[in-house]
């Protein structure tokens, strides 16, 4: 059974930053197309970050390119998001996921599976 469970939110104050953990079971992590997206109240989900499981190439929204990190820990089956001089814009939920699609600069693609979420608070 395909599960990803997301920890490490919080409340930050702006320019703080956070470190979010996607522990994933029942699939090797390293095998698919993997990323992060984000949801505000009233606002459409936004993807934020992927991993491409061909290459490991990343990718990340021009909104967060430069303060937030994707990365992986095969041996954990664990994926990462490094979140630095946070944003009060970039309170949401955050959802790690695999990505039914090609993870690309676009990041244009269907999430197949995702884990319950982690709320993500920055204000003073």
């Known amino acids: 059974q395909v599960q990803l469970v997301e920890s490490g939110g919080g409340l930050v104050q702006p320019g703080g930053s956070l470190r979010l953990s996607c522990a994933a079971s029942?699939?090797?992590?390293?095998?698919?197309?993997i990323g992060w997206f984000r949801q505000a109240p009233g606002k459409e989900r936004e993807g934020v970050s992927c991993i491409r499981a061909s290459d490991d190439s990343t990718y990340y929204a021009d909104r967060v390119k430069g303060r937030f990190t994707i990365s992986k820990d095969n041996a954990k089956n664990t994926m990462y998001l490094q979140m630095n001089s946070l944003k009060p814009e970039d309170t949401a939920v955050y959802y790690c996921a695999t990505i039914d699609g090609i993870c690309s600069d676009s990041l244009k693609y269907k999430y197949e599976n995702w884990g319950q979420g982690t709320q993500v608070t920055v204000s003073s």
């Open positions: 029942g699939f090797i992590l390293d095998y698919y197309n």
